[in-house]
């Protein structure tokens, strides 16, 4: 069964908007989750570690007051695109391991959002 | 972090063996080997791991020679449902603080 539930999968919003995507883990406290971005025709690339309890880090290059984190639990963590325009438009993947040495990194269904 | 080099496409046909070579030249001690397999609009779908020799689950074999440089992902006989990207990812499988980083993928064609 799933392992990571993200919501929504789809968004179509105007732009401007700001919208929020949720990423929860179902079978395991996480600590640490990831947030991805794919363009479509390319790979998944880190955008940030979402740390419980703590402030994200971001990778080069992503915007901390574009992308909002709260991980505010440990199985709960939200993606806020604030004030977004069309070239925000992406698929969103989060992702989280489980803190267990050796085990898998697990991926949500991803959110398509298209900024109009 | 160890970079990952893989062929950006491959063709096959359904009841063949397929296998995909990834190259991880600088890969550490610490790190891992694991692939993905990925369908368009989805995530990432774990298919296996390992750290040395050969692996073997239900749906692939991974194979790594001893020098771990490279490895191998074996899907035994695709049909068209194994039509997908696949992702070779090295990484260190501490206690999960750190994300793994996705090369460019495999994109694997299934024909009938």
């Known amino acids: 069964g799933a392992v990571v539930s993200q919501h929504p999968s789809r968004v179509i919003c105007k732009s401007g908007t700001s919208v929020k995507i949720e990423c929860r883990s179902l079978d395991f406290q996480a600590t640490t989750m990831f947030w991805y971005r794919q363009f479509p025709k390319q790979s998944l690339m880190l955008m940030a570690t979402?740390?419980?309890?703590?402030?994200?880090?971001?990778e080069q290059g992503v915007e901390k007051d574009k992308f909002l984190i709260n991980h505010a639990s440990l199985t709960l963590s939200t993606l806020t695109v604030t004030s977004a325009h069309p070239e925000d438009s992406s698929f969103y993947i989060c992702?989280?391991?489980?803190?267990?040495?050796?085990?898998?990194?697990?991926f949500g269904d991803g959110t398509r959002l298209s900024i109009l | 972090l160890a970079k990952t080099t893989q062929p950006i496409s491959m063709d096959s046909y359904e009841g063949q063996e397929v296998n995909i070579t990834c190259s991880h030249n600088?890969?550490?001690?610490?790190?891992?080997i694991t692939w993905y397999q990925q369908f368009p609009s989805q995530g990432p779908r774990f298919i296996i791991q390992?750290?040395?020799t050969k692996v073997t689950n239900e749906v692939a074999s991974l194979f790594i020679p001893a020098d771990r440089k490279s490895s191998t992902l074996s899907l035994p006989r695709v049909s068209l449902s194994d039509t997908a990207v696949y992702y070779c990812?090295?990484?260190?499988?501490?206690?999960?603080?750190?994300?793994?980083?996705f090369g460019s993928g495999t994109r694997l064609q299934v024909q009938p």
């Open positions: 990812l090295v990484g260190d499988m501490d206690t999960g603080r750190r994300a793994l980083t």
């Open positions: 390992g750290y040395k």
């Open positions: 600088n890969i550490a001690t610490n790190d891992y």
């Open positions: 979402s740390n419980e309890g703590s402030k994200a880090t971001y």
């Open positions: 992702s989280v391991r489980t803190g267990r040495l050796n085990q898998p990194q697990h």
